[in-house]
């Protein structure tokens, strides 16, 4: 494991291929009928933009630079992880994009159009363990982050800082 941290070509390779892996298991809980609210959809795009920034850096040899941005787009997606697990929590109010929008003349029929629609940020559809989706995202992004900083930091001790 030391050795895959220390290369960050390969780490490069390891996280897209993790990052491609947390989406596809998305997709998969999806297709099975556990459709995502705004939130959960948020969490996505760091992924989106993480896998190809990855394998083209590590591709066109800068790894270092991958490693480091993906970092920050992991970091990111804790971000609001820890946001949509605080508003499950009720620690925080929904968001706008989770609420009911726009204007009807029967506002009874929006409510139940739209919450037949779009799923409630602050009500899990599914927990594993004990803890919902959200919980296992900020887990599985802080352990990315760790990881492509680890490898940053190992990768720079390795050629003497430079």
Not at 90 to 95: F, I, S
Request: hydrophobic letters at 55%; proline letters at 6%; aromatic letters at 8%.
């Amino acid at each position: 494991m030391a050795r895959l941290l220390a290369d960050p070509f390969r780490l490069c390779w390891l996280l897209a291929a993790i990052s491609a892996g947390a989406l596809a298991a998305a997709w998969a809980i999806e297709a099975s009928g556990y459709a995502p609210c705004p939130l959960c959809l948020y969490q996505r795009y760091p992924y989106y933009l993480a896998v190809p920034w990855l394998a083209l850096t590590a591709v066109v040899g800068w790894p270092r630079l991958g490693l480091a941005v993906a970092a920050l787009l992991f970091l990111v997606d804790a971000g609001i992880a820890a946001w949509h697990s605080a508003v499950e929590l009720g620690l925080l109010v929904l968001p706008q994009g989770c609420e009911a929008q726009g204007a009807s003349q029967d506002l009874a029929e929006l409510k139940a159009a739209i919450l037949a629609t779009v799923p409630r940020c602050d009500q899990p559809a599914l927990t594993i363990l004990g803890l919902s989706l959200a919980n296992w995202n900020l887990i599985l992004a802080l352990a990315l982050a760790g990881l492509a900083l680890s490898g940053l930091w190992r990768s720079r001790r390795r050629s003497g800082g430079t």
